[in-house]
């Protein structure tokens, strides 16, 4: 009877607590449909480029199931290929036709080959399959699947971590009556705000820097650009995620419902990051991607540690990383005028 009446008592305690029951059906049934969707998306088509291709080749020539654009000369095709407006483009100087790769993605350099393979076998002698010559603009043919996944995982841990403590922490700050205190003192409500910033700040900050050598230097994550690049990243990043952590900790009672963002606001970021790619998702799904920081703090990684780009192929990336920080500041400052006890 003892053990009935805890039992009891637990139950009703959850059925009460309205958030918790939704998110324990809402939630995995968010992550199962985002899971269907990424993965049941369509097939990836290759981005092509055909330079000056003679209409007597071009005739035999399968050339479905990709995205082609034909250029005059080869400097035009490069252009694009460095700007990843392209996936490849093929040269017609010699037989069978050399690949030129963009290369920062393995699946995608392995979907073009495939294409090329059955684009050019009606050429080939007895529809053999002869080597053809391939090059890089980025990566290589050693290039892993983890060298091309490793700045968005950077990017995930970097925001997952600095989300959850300074959500919680800021939460225990509530919790015992620090804020009530301050709030009642003549510090200004964005003085507040600012000083809470700064002070988790500098702790989340160092995590990030710590999490970014590591990744680098002791696990050997693919890196073409500065590291100096990856640590500003990761800097905003966190920043990002700590005034995040900070705003939504306004809205949670305990650690638990703070706990239950996670599922809400974490977790569908890594599914428009760019671990998968974003153009085999579904059209009406592809708005989330550019709502969210991991979108652009994942593509900024990308660009430095794989494709080796400096400042003025990030930049915009981390203008929005800091927008995103100024947006989530000023909603705590309104949420600090709104909840004089929270």
């Known amino acids: 009877m003892r053990i009935m009446a805890l039992i009891i008592r637990i139950l009703r305690q959850i059925v009460r607590d309205k958030r918790t029951m939704a998110l324990l059906i809402f939630a995995p049934i968010l992550v199962m449909s985002m899971l269907h969707l990424v993965f049941n998306g369509d097939e990836y088509k290759p981005k092509i480029g ?4 003679p209409e007597k080749i071009e005739a035999q020539l399968n050339l479905e199931n990709a995205k082609l654009e034909h ?6 095709a490069k ?33 073009v080959m495939r294409w090329v393979q059955g684009a050019v076998k009606p050429l080939q002698p007895n529809g053999g399959n002869q080597e053809i010559k391939t090059e890089y603009i980025f990566g290589s043919e050693d290039m892993g699947q983890f060298d091309y996944f490793g700045p968005v995982l950077l990017g995930f841990f ?62 050997g994550m693919m890196m073409e650009g500065s590291f100096g690049y990856v640590l500003l990243i990761t800097l905003l990043l966190s920043l990002t995620a ?21 599922p809400l606001v974490v977790v569908p970021q890594i599914f428009f990051s760019g671990l998968f790619n974003l153009e085999t998702i579904s059209e009406w799904l592809s708005w989330i991607g550019p709502v969210t920081p991991l979108y652009y703090a994942a593509d900024a990684l990308k660009n430095v540690m794989v494709r080796g ?10 203008l929005m990383l800091v927008a995103f920080s100024l947006l989530f500041m000023m909603l705590n400052i309104a949420a600090l005028r709104r909840y004089r006890k929270i």
Do not use: C, H
């Not at 306004?250 to 706990?259: D, V």
């Not at 780009?309 to 981390?318: A, E, P, S, T, V």
């Open 79 to 111: 252009k694009d290929l460095s700007a990843s407006k392209l996936d490849a483009y093929l040269m017609f100087d010699q037989m069978p036709p050399s690949v030129v790769l963009e290369g920062s993605d393995p699946s995608v350099n392995g979907a």
């Open 50 to 53: 055909i330079v000056n291709l």
């Open 158 to 219: 970097v925001f997952f971590f600095v989300f959850l403590i300074a959500g919680v922490s800021f939460l225990r700050e509530r919790t015992t009556g620090t804020l009530e205190r301050l709030l009642t003192s003549p510090l200004r409500k964005w003085e507040i705000v600012a000083g809470y910033i700064m002070g988790f700040g500098i702790f989340t900050m160092i995590q990030a820097a710590i999490i970014a050598w590591y990744a680098i230097y002791v696990l």
């Open 309 to 318: 780009f400096g400042w003025d192929m990030i930049y915009k990336d981390l």
């Open 71 to 76: 250029f005059e000369t080869e400097k035009q």
């Open 242 to 262: 700590l005034t995040l952590g900070i705003l939504l900790s306004s809205f949670a009672s305990n650690e638990l419902q703070m706990i239950q963002f996670i």
